[in-house]
């Protein structure tokens, strides 16, 4: 690498179908190597009360590593790609009308996973100012 400050760079490549490994080099590293692999596909299904979940934000990450995001179609399937084949992953779903949901250690398989959401908790009352 030249051209570059004095440092450590961390390399990244990006392809749909591949997931890669990022590692970190140091300025005047002349051999380096970028291991890609296929990339795992995850395909899920969110459904809140029995019915699709449409527009629910689903997101992977693995620690403080954000590994993809993805919005749910009308009916509730979303498909997210780039994930790691062989290393499990947190997902975490959104939905304004549902309590948030997070699935842990999560692993790709050639099966749909659901995720179910519950609805939030509803709150009524009276707003009223400092005289009541």
Do not use: C
């Amino acid at each position: 690498m030249r051209g570059l400050a004095e440092g450590e760079y961390q390399l990244r490549t990006w392809d749909q179908n591949y997931y890669s490994q990022e590692p970190k080099v140091r300025t005047g590293a002349s051999d380096v190597r970028i291991v890609l692999r296929v990339a795992a596909k995850l395909v899920g299904r969110v459904t809140g009360r029995g019915l699709p979940a449409a527009g629910a934000s689903v997101r992977a990450q693995r620690g403080d590593d954000f590994l993809g995001w993805a919005r749910t179609g009308p009916d509730g399937v979303v498909t997210m790609s780039s994930l790691p084949p062989d290393e499990p992953f947190d997902v975490t779903v959104e939905h304004d009308a549902f309590r948030s949901l997070k699935a842990e250690a999560l692993r790709v398989s050639d099966r749909t996973q659901d995720f179910v959401m519950q609805p939030g908790a509803e709150v009524s009352g009276r707003v009223v100012d400092a005289q009541g």
